[in-house]
């Protein structure tokens, strides 16, 4: 017994010297599977990078939302009183099909399947995925034993119907491992979703077999890294006012298609673009076949507003002659005649009596003083048949049609020569801006929220000036009297108390088999224009197609009440008051930090502009706009000084102004509503600190009319003395 025994201790010392030794057992490494046993791992989810406006107005973004998990085995519930799992799968498939978009028998069906094949837990796939707290809240309310919940993020888009085609949207999609990452599907979701994906981070830890943190045991943590943020140079504002005019005309006209686009002449920014149809990203309701952003990857005949680049051309070359006279109503070239869109003319005019009444003919006649190709050089200088270079992908080039004679003549009026929206834009920036031409852009920056590295940094992009300042000057008076004259077609685009200049624009609408579409509502109705003249803030480019017309309607109804709408109100809140507009002269801003700060606001208000001071002390440390930048006369301008700021009375002020002061002074700012101020938490005057809390209120001019209204109404039902 004793040797039995003795070799017995003998065998087992030596094995266990063995291991102690080797760290291995049976040919397996121990401390390898030590740690797989007491090792736990735990992701630390990243945020999807936000898409925001030119003022940090969150346009996508992630928010918190639940994923719903199904814990099935009764494994779960061993050395707990309480039930932690799902017993009763068909009272669980009732409750839940009342939340989720699964039916009962599909809900039960899983759980029972799962249940047999020993699983223990079971998700929901999408359907358990993105769930509100509220619905959280309600599905917790029937105390379904095992039927768990985990933080998890959903992409959310708080404006809905939003430039939707330009934004996109991304869904979430399930990886190999079972997780599930928020994928870009469409615009600019899916251009940047390498750039808008972060990176997950993770906790490393030791526990015990039951999950517990050991002991002293140390946590190795790996930061989440969000996505990077995108800023775009739309505003929400006017995307706004240009979502609501488009919905407005969509509801009054029920047109085929619209497209419109506003952008900033001085600098290329695009400051609002929308189509319809559309959707509403974050159900996708809505969402056709039709995925193209239309304003850059869709071409389109422009029609009579390409008028505008034909007169440029021959003023730049000298042979726009005014007050000389042609013979309008039809103009013959071998075997093809080229008419007026009366047919009949009227009579001998002159040319710009032509221009003004959109006569084809004169485009015909002027093409015989231009030069076939000269004019053919102009329309390469003015960016058409070439990309623009704007940052969207799959942009469209268009095709001059200059095969033949009959061809040139009538690419002068926009027939036959496609385009894009976009290449309208562009080339129009060089007439509202002083001959120089300005390549479009929507992204602003893309910046690393993780470190605020601005990553991408777009700036202003001047491209060659296809035309002089004299002639774009020139061009910009023609247009305007398309609006003012009697004789002019674009008379319904004049605006209250600001000027306006354009050009509108009729145009035929090929067919897919050939030949074109005819009949009042089967045409393309386009404007492209300006205002105000004297300095031209905001170009604005609308397209409807194929609107259904009453009897005593016109094609430049649709696009004439969204130009209005929408540019009326773009320069209101932009602060261009309308009686000041004979005060509208650009200024270039003078640099004054560092200065004393009440000789800095005497010397910015003797140039004509107004001047909020931010901060009470002697010197200047900052200023908006920055020195030497161009301002408008009678604009505002914002200098800050250190130390607490006594608050401004809002009353008045365009969002966009109050956005600047809350950006340079820090406060607690929360904006409520849209338009311009109406009231304030604290009366103007008072001390404020970055701590204080202020609330300012907004309507938009209809709302504030509304109310007026209604006060009035109120009034009149009191009783009289």
Known sequence: MFLLYGGLFFLLLSRFV???????????????????????????????????????????????????IAVISPSATSNSSIQRHVSDTAKTAKVLSNYIDMTEQEIKDLLDKNIKAEKYQVEFGKAGRDISNQVMEEIKSNKLPGIIFIEDLKRLYPNGQFASHLIGFALKEEKEDGTAEAVGKMGLEYIYDEELTGTPGKVEFKSDTKGFLLPNAEKMVTEAQDGLDIHLTLDKTIQNFLEDAMNNAQEKYEPERMTAIVADPKTGEILAMSQRPTFEPNTRDGLSTNWLNEVTEQTIEPGSTFKIFTLASAIEEGVWAPNATFKSGSYTIYDTTIRDHNVVGWGNITYLEGFQRSSNVSMAYLLNQIGEKTFNEYIKLFGFGQKTGIDLPHEATGIIADSGPVERITTTYGQGTTVTPIQMVQA????????????????????????????QNHKPTEKESPISE?????????????????????????????????????????????????????????????????????????????????????????????????????????????????LANPIEMPNVIGENMIESQSKLEALGLKTVVIGQGDKVVEQYPDANTSTISNGTVFIKGQGDSRLPNFKGWSKRNVMIYKSLSNLQIDIVGEGFVTDQSLTGGSIVTADTPIVVQFATPEEVTNMETNTEEIKTDLPQD
């Open 428 to 455: 129009m920036t060089a007439i509202a801006n002083e001959g120089k031409m300005m390549q479009p852009y929507i992204i602003d920056e893309i910046v690393d929220p993780n470190t605020n590295e601005v990553v």
């Open 470 to 582: 004299a002639t774009a000057q020139q061009v910009k008076e023609i247009l305007a009297s398309t609006v003012t004259s009697e004789k002019g077609t674009a008379k319904k685009f004049k605006l209250n108390g600001y000027t306006s200049a354009g050009k509108t624009g009729t145009a035929q609408i090929a067919k897919p088999g050939g030949g074109y579409y005819w009949g009042k509502n089967d045409f393309l109705y386009s404007f492209l224009g300006m205002a105000p003249v004297e300095d031209p803030q905001l170009i604005v480019y609308i397209m409807v197609h194929r609107p259904n017309l009453e009897l005593t309607e016109f094609g430049s109804d649709t696009t004439s009440e969204i130009f209005n709408t929408v540019t009326e109100r773009s320069l209101k809140y932009l602060n261009i008051e309308p009686e000041n507009l004979e």
């Open 18 to 68: 063995f291991i102690q030794y080797t760290g291995t057992a049976e040919g397996q490494e121990l401390s390898t599977k030590a740690e797989n046993k007491y090792s736990r791992e735990q992701t630390l989810q990243a945020s999807r990078g936000k898409i925001i406006d030119r003022n940090g107005e969150v346009i996508a973004q992630d928010t918190l939302s639940y994923k719903m």
